[in-house]
């Protein structure tokens, strides 16, 4: 299982750090990634990072602000988030993908979700 935690609400330029902690199954194999919904929107990919840490990748709309990580000890990644735009806000969403990493992106290529957290940027 996976719980996602770390949202809020911030004004924008502001920060918040995200983390995903899983609990059974063999969390440290997989790459995982973070996706985001805001309301009316599809859920869209934000970054994802490959089993051992060693491959990071985000969308454009987040790189070079957002950065994803994970800590094999504690079964967590951890999305920190900098200089927030209002445009960020949705709930995000933590997700793992079976299999090795090959730079997955999409949700079908993920099967195993977090409950997501809301994160709120104002302006």
């Known amino acids: 299982q996976l719980q996602a935690s770390g949202g809020g609400l911030v004004q924008a330029g502001g920060s918040l750090r995200l983390s995903c902690a899983a609990s059974?199954?063999?969390?440290?194999?997989?790459?995982t990634g973070w996706f985001r919904q805001a309301p009316g929107k599809e859920r869209d990919f934000v970054a994802g990072?490959?089993?051992?840490?060693?491959?990071?990748y985000y969308a454009d709309s987040v790189k070079g602000r957002f950065t994803i990580s994970r800590d094999n000890t504690r079964n967590t990644v951890y999305l920190q988030m900098n200089s927030l735009k209002p445009e960020d806000t949705a709930v995000y969403y933590c997700?793992?993908?079976?299999?090795?990493?090959?730079?997955?992106?999409?949700?079908?290529?993920?099967?195993?979700w977090g409950q997501g957290t809301q994160v709120t940027v104002s302006s």
């Open positions: 997700a793992v993908a079976p299999g090795a990493w090959y730079g997955q992106r999409n949700e079908y290529e993920y099967d195993d």
């Open positions: 059974g199954g063999t969390f440290t194999a997989y790459t």
């Open positions: 990072i490959s089993s051992s840490g060693g491959v990071t």
